[in-house]
């Protein structure tokens, strides 16, 4: 299989694991690549994500990097071959490559939670509330732009629709809900449709008051997006220059633990809903 130039998110996940898996073993990449019978500059290419190998490849590695973990193993395996094309691809032209990165990280989770405090969830929000936020975005953006990204977000939100259905978690502050984005009548629309995703079976809502003082973490964006195993999970932040992705395991335990605070200190799911449709009805 020839070198990719610019490898996915995905592909990129899958070298940077057997390089994990290979340091653990305490084997550097020459003397792995010599057990392996391949060239230390291929090895080097598969660890980047620049050189697709078999699943068959994959579990030689694991083997000889005495990998104990058959569920990993397995998880590893399905992430191996060439580049597969999805949906995603037609934007990476278009936006930057984080985009498509994301959308392809979320096709693949098995789980996802999102925490945010003064902004309504990119996978739940409408059409014209997406679009008054593109329309603000500094340096400008043009108008096709901007439509652009809403017709990226609009199809990225197909992944909480599709079957098997994923379990999805937002944490939102209240702050986020009285926000009258785009004017009261696509605020009370906005509210509307977060009612509405909140009766589906996998979407679970849960509103941070006002008044329930401490809010763990520093407000910034957080999506935490489950793989097959614990070890494959990816946090993804908005910074102001783009998307961030972190998969290192200190980094994994650390914003798990700030979202299940932040989720231990929302109201449940009921009450939740409640209070969204009283703000609705305060605007």
């Keep these: 299989m020839p070198p990719t130039n610019v490898p996915t998110l995905r592909q990129r996940r899958l070298g940077a694991e057997l390089r994990k898996l290979r340091e653990r073993a305490g084997l550097s990449s020459t003397a792995a690549a010599a ?57 990476r032209e278009v936006l930057p490559t984080a985009l498509a ?3 392809e990280l979320e096709h693949h989770a098995t789980e996802l939670r999102v925490v945010l405090a003064i902004h309504i969830p990119g996978l739940l929000q409408t059409a014209d509330h997406a679009r008054t936020l593109f329309q603000d975005v ?12 809403l017709s990226y977000r609009m199809k990225r939100q197909e992944v909480l629709h599709r079957r098997p259905l994923i379990p999805y978690t937002a944490i939102i502050h209240e702050a986020a809900l009285r926000m009258q984005v785009g004017g009261s009548a696509t605020a009370r629309a906005q509210l509307k449709h977060l009612l509405d995703m909140g009766d589906l079976e996998n979407i679970m809502l849960r509103v941070i008051p006002f008044g329930n003082g ?53 109201l449940k799911p009921t009450d939740s809903l409640n209070l969204i449709h009283r703000i609705m009805q305060e605007i």
């Design 35 to 91: 057990r392996l019978g391949v060239q230390q500059a291929r090895m080097s290419m598969i660890e980047a994500g620049r050189y697709a190998v078999s699943a068959d490849r994959v579990r030689a590695m694991a083997i000889s990097y005495s990998c104990n973990s058959p569920e990993l193993i397995d998880a590893l395996t399905t992430m191996t071959g060439g580049r597969t094309r999805g949906w995603w691809d037609d934007y």
């Design 101 to 103: 990165d994301l959308a």
């Design 138 to 149: 500094v340096p400008p953006l043009r108008a096709y732009e901007v439509e652009h990204r």
């Design 214 to 266: 401490i809010f763990s973490g520093n407000g910034q964006p957080i999506d935490y997006v489950s793989g097959a195993v614990r070890q494959l999970d990816t946090v993804q932040l908005d910074v102001h220059h783009g998307c961030e992705f972190l998969d290192a395991e200190a980094e994994l335990v650390k914003y798990r633990t700030v979202l299940d605070r932040m989720e231990s200190n929302a």
